[in-house]
């Protein structure tokens, strides 16, 4: 008789990937089934990126990469870093990967090593910690609830550094609440960092394009960062190319190799017809994106609108991303029949079973008292989603 290893019980299931399947298998039973628990743009890929896939297959980018990515890519990531983030890079300080998660395991299994803490400021994206764990690290958690805008302060982030600290992870726009760190808060937090120069910074920007404040500023561009942040973003939710599974590092060549070394291990180069559509993507068109931006901005405001009218919804204003991220322990304690709701997770399963609308516990992104509710979706299933979420939560008693 043979079992995993032990590694792979270390290992936490990504409670997204897991409610979107809980909600596939009920609606393929015949439940009628309204998803707003993944993390997808439900857009098509423009098509002038496709056309350029469909280009680079017929000009035989059909082999082997580099494990670091194919050099006209690289470059094309060094123009749109510089052009719009006010960072310089060269080629041989970016590695492409398949996707942006895989870019983040690369480096936390490059930069962190066994009894290592690193910083997850809270709410996160849920495979923050898994990562961590697996590296042999010790997550070391700050928390800011809606009262906050979700967001951690400088102050927060120097109370959780000690001598053991090697590594601030965050994401702004931020998954699951939608925050964005103006320019003032990530300075701060950058000057606490100076303090500290044994901290390297893992910044994930894969958000940046669903932006609805402004321009997008990395704390890789304030002074003395570039040389400690790994940069990581992709294509995935800016141009709606999730399944091309493209994303990409900019840091320093020490990471850069390590993380190559890492990446030839496990997957070698990522997809190169993907790649050269990349390049279609960053250096094309921008239209389409700001498009599904707005897009997305309305369907925000519908949502708001229609959240705010349910009792018991503690909201803020999600600058950016695609979620709504609702403090909802008012519900905690009532009943269903003779049940008890007692969390968040018993919350999401009455929603899915009693609505038949499928969200994500904000449990698995550190914020026990919050669910996740995702509106890339389009207007009318929201309406009719938040519409029977409403019904169903006034049944509680």
């Known amino acids: 008789m043979f079992n995993p290893s032990n590694r792979i019980g270390e290992i936490i299931e990504s409670e997204t990937l897991a409610m979107t399947k809980r909600a596939r298998e009920l609606r393929e039973s015949g439940k009628d089934i309204i998803s707003l628990s993944i993390g997808e743009p439900d857009f098509n890929t423009p098509e002038h990126i496709c056309n350029a896939a469909y280009k680079a297959m017929q000009d035989g980018f059909t082999h082997y990469p580099p494990v670091t990515g194919l050099m006209q890519f690289r470059e094309s990531i060094c123009g749109k870093l510089k052009n719009e983030n006010n960072l310089d890079y060269k080629p041989n300080e ?59 302060t400088a102050a927060d982030l120097e109370k959780a550094i000690t001598p053991k600290t090697k ?3 965050f994401s702004s726009p931020c998954n699951p609440s939608g925050s964005v760190f103006k320019e003032s808060e990530l300075k701060a937090i950058a000057d606490v960092l100076q303090k500290h120069p044994h901290i390297f910074v893992i910044s994930d920007e894969i958000y940046e394009k669903i932006n609805y404040v402004g321009k997008h500023i990395s704390i890789g561009s304030f002074p003395g960062m570039k040389e400690r942040t ?20 900019a840091g320093p060549t020490w990471l850069v190799s390590a993380c190559e070394k890492v990446q030839g291990l496990f997957t070698s180069g990522a997809n190169s017809i993907s790649q050269m559509a990349g390049i279609a993507a960053l250096e094309g068109d921008q239209k389409p994106v700001e498009e599904m931006r707005d897009t997305f901005k309305k369907r925000r405001d519908l949502m708001l609108d229609k959240l705010a009218a349910i009792p ?13 991220f609702p403090d909802v322990s008012d519900y905690f304690g009532k009943r269903t029949g003779n049940n008890t709701i007692e969390n968040a997770e018993q919350l999401c399963m009455y929603l899915l079973n009693e609505a038949g609308v499928a969200t994500v516990s904000g449990t698995a992104f550190g914020l026990p008292k919050c669910i996740r509710i995702s509106y890339a979706t389009d207007f009318n299933s929201i309406e009719k989603a938040i519409e029977r979420m409403s019904i169903a939560l006034a049944n509680l008693s």
């Open 167 to 169: 590594l601030l992870i």
């Open 230 to 249: 790994a940069v990581v973003n992709g294509l995935a939710k800016g141009y709606a190319m999730t399944g091309w599974r493209i994303g990409y590092l």
């Open 94 to 152: 970016v590695i492409v990967s398949n996707g942006a998660k895989h870019s983040i395991i690369n480096a936390v299994l490059s930069i962190v090593n066994p009894g290592d803490e690193v910083i997850i400021p809270a709410p996160f994206w849920v495979s923050y910690p898994s990562m961590v764990a697996y590296a042999g690290g010790v997550p070391v958690y700050i928390s800011a609830g809606v009262e906050k805008n979700f967001k951690f």
């Open 312 to 324: 018991g919804m503690k909201l803020n204003v999600p600058d950016g991303a695609f979620y709504v």
